[in-house]
């Protein structure tokens, strides 16, 4: 699966009512700044913006008078999630084939398209089965909506039990400077040696969001960084996932033009492993052992 989508790709959660709230030409020109960067994959899940982002940025899709072959899409499903537009009293979760189906069909209409390049469960249920997940894959992909299918914060475990009888091209996890267990629990191992591809969440992690010790002691590392290496601190961020031999694809989540600019140019970065390292001892707090 690897080459189907951009290097980098663009999460769409904050563009709509859970974030900036763009409007239609807002959100059309940011596809196009997008796609002028190379970043053509666009990454989104039914419940963002309480059911409601995926059928603004289909709009928005619409009228920027993108071809839909020039991009990707990414969507996922399962959450239900308990908000103003679906009557749950509870959040859940709900794999039963029918809603699964019912679910990427939806989407595929909010988007304004045909098919969606890839389609993922988006958290593991202690109700999901691999026998019925694979029901609404075998008539998705059957009939043309789906071109791939794969998970979202699942284990090596997890991952396995639904690949016995699915076939999964990605697992959507967390990974970042600061959240980097998936490299020491076996999941981005797993994830080689199985032909899965890895795409990353919240790929910045808490650099930016948080000041503590831990993010302190990176920004001294990062101080130094910028300057050896003319980048940015959100470029090194970047550059230390895409140097991990499982060649992780980050999804970012920014709304800034200059943010999308910046991610598309860590593709040129390429650290050395004693600075890899420097940054990994920052993030631990200890020497490696």
């Known amino acids: 699966m690897k080459g189907k989508f951009s ?17 239609k ?5 940011l596809i196009h700044h997008s796609i002028g960067n190379e970043i053509t994959t666009f ?3 039914d419940i963002y913006g309480d059911y409601t982002t995926e059928l603004a940025f289909g709009n928005a899709l619409e009228f920027s008078g993108v071809d839909r072959e ?5 969507s996922k499903c399962g959450i239900q999630y308990v908000g103003e537009t679906r009557d749950n009293t509870v959040k859940h979760y709900q794999y039963n084939a029918e809603y699964v189906i019912w679910s990427a069909e939806k989407s595929i209409a909010h988007l304004k398209c045909s098919y969606l390049d890839l389609f993922l469960l988006h958290r593991p249920s202690p109700l999901m089965h691999p026998d019925e997940i694979a029901k609404a894959v075998d008539d998705l992909t059957t009939r043309g909506l789906v071109n791939s299918f794969g998970v979202s914060n699942f284990s090596p475990s997890e991952t396995a039990f639904i690949s016995s009888k699915n076939k999964i091209e990605a697992n959507q996890i967390e990974f970042s400077l ?3 267990d998936a490299m020491h629990n076996g999941s981005l191992n797993d994830m080689v040696l199985t032909g899965i591809t890895p795409m990353c969440w919240s790929p910045l992690g808490t650099v930016f969001k948080e000041k503590t010790a831990q993010t302190e002691r990176i ?8 300057q050896k290496y ?3 601190k959100d470029q090194l961020l970047l550059a230390w996932i895409l140097k991990h031999p499982a060649k992780i694809y980050p ?9 999308i600019t910046n991610a598309s140019k860590a593709l040129a970065i390429v650290l050395t492993d004693i600075d890899w390292f420097r940054l990994l001892i920052a993030s631990q707090g200890h020497k490696v052992a």
């Open 7 to 23: 290097r980098i790709i663009q999460g769409c959660m904050n563009w709509g009512a859970w974030g900036k709230q763009l409007t």
């Open 25 to 29: 030409s807002e959100m059309a020109d």
């Open 43 to 45: 990454d989104h899940a």
């Open 70 to 74: 020039q991009i990707q899409l990414i």
């Open 178 to 180: 600061t959240a980097f």
């Open 219 to 226: 920004h001294v590392v990062l101080d130094e960084l910028t």
């Open 230 to 232: 003319t980048a940015t």
């Open 251 to 259: 999804v970012i989540g920014t709304t800034q033009a200059q943010r």
